[in-house]
């Protein structure tokens, strides 16, 4: 069956530290993978899809970046955190072909202090 | 521009009491629709998905209609539980060459005893 790996589940990092979280994906091959914001008490926000490995599309300009090294792995960077990058962050693939329903890992909730 | 509202934001109710959530989205081309149910501090689970030739289906307590004509859906709980507590986000699926989820900012529902 189809699982999706993230963590760490909870992060504390300092203004201006690096971030690195980790996605990996079991059951499938060659998914379409995403990540997700979730800020506090608002809706899910698409930061990043790559359609396979090495490809990566943007959404919103920001902080952050994606590379997708693997088939099944999906990692979310940061070189100097903001205070702003604070949230609950997703990883998500369908469970089957494009279009499917979106499984989604358990989640980051990072805190930037 | 691709968006999908939901209203209300948030909703108490009481135990065993039916309640209807609303999302009207303006996202085309279209492909389906889907209920997710976050809990707190984890990822959206799927309740039901909606294609454009649906207009009702139950899973359980939970029935969702769809209107593809004015472009609306809804969640409708019935005999809520304590357990019904909880974020309900309304996905809509692009139908493009990458198929793009888009979100909703969710109803929050809290079931008092």
């Known amino acids: 069956s189809q699982t999706i790996h993230q963590w760490p589940a909870t992060l504390v990092q300092p203004v201006g530290s690096p971030l690195s979280l980790e996605c990996t994906v079991e059951g499938t091959s060659n998914p379409n993978l995403y990540w997700y914001r979730q800020a506090a008490g608002r809706g899910l926000q698409l930061l990043f899809y790559?359609?396979?490995?090495?490809?990566i599309s943007s959404e919103v300009p920001q902080n952050l970046s994606a590379s997708r090294p693997q088939d099944r792995q999906f990692i979310l960077s940061s070189k100097k955190l903001l205070l702003s990058d604070s949230g609950f962050y997703l990883c998500?693939?369908?469970?089957?072909?494009?279009?499917?329903?979106?499984?989604f890992g358990q989640g980051t909730r990072l805190t930037v202090v | 521009k691709n968006q999908v509202e939901q209203s209300p934001q948030s909703l108490i109710i009481l135990e065993g009491k039916n309640c209807t959530l609303q999302c009207n989205y303006t996202v085309s081309p279209f492909s389906n629709l889907r209920w997710y149910k976050q809990d707190t501090g984890r990822g959206p689970v799927s309740l039901t998905i909606m294609t454009f030739s649906e207009n009702t289906k139950s899973n359980g307590r939970y029935t969702a209609t769809l209107d593809a004509d004015t472009k609306q859906s809804s969640l409708h709980i019935t005999a809520s539980q304590l357990s019904d507590s909880a974020s309900y986000i309304c996905?809509?699926?692009?139908?493009?060459?990458?198929?793009?989820?888009?979100f909703g900012t969710g109803t929050r529902l809290k079931v008092l005893a």
């Open positions: 996905v809509v699926s692009l139908l493009s060459g990458t198929y793009k989820y888009i």
């Open positions: 998500a693939c369908p469970r089957g072909p494009p279009g499917t329903e979106a499984f």
């Open positions: 790559s359609v396979g490995i090495g490809q």
